[in-house]
């Protein structure tokens, strides 16, 4: 019965477990607060924090950045960014990391 709600509840944004659709509803649920729906680092939450998220939409943010790094951040967070290794486990961060790439113009 629980189980039977929960795919209920999240059916809708589950649509398709492949192809990031899982980092895609990790990162609306945990993410987009902060770094907002378009990943642009204009989430509700982003305001006066200082550093900001980063803007994933600027291909000079992507520069210099390697999946072993981003996994580590997001593990163990970077300055007002809590850590997620207590909530995520390691194929959800890199299902994640993944949906997070797809912001890369
Ligand atoms: C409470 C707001 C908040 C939430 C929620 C949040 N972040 Fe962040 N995130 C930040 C901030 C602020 C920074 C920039 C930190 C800094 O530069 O010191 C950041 C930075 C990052 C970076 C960039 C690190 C770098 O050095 O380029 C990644 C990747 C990231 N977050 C991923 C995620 C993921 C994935 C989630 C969800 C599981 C998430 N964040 C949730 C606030 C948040």
Redesign the pocket.
Known sequence: MVLLALVAAIGPLASGWADGEGGKR??LA??Q???GVHGDGKGP??RG?V????DFTDPSYWQN?TDPY?FH??QNG?????G?SDT?SPDSIED??SY?RTFRP
């Open positions: 990790i990162y945990r993410c607060s902060c770094h939450k982003a924090l550093p900001p998220p980063p950045k981003l951040v997001i970077m300055g007002a960014m809590p997620w995520l994640v990391l997070i």
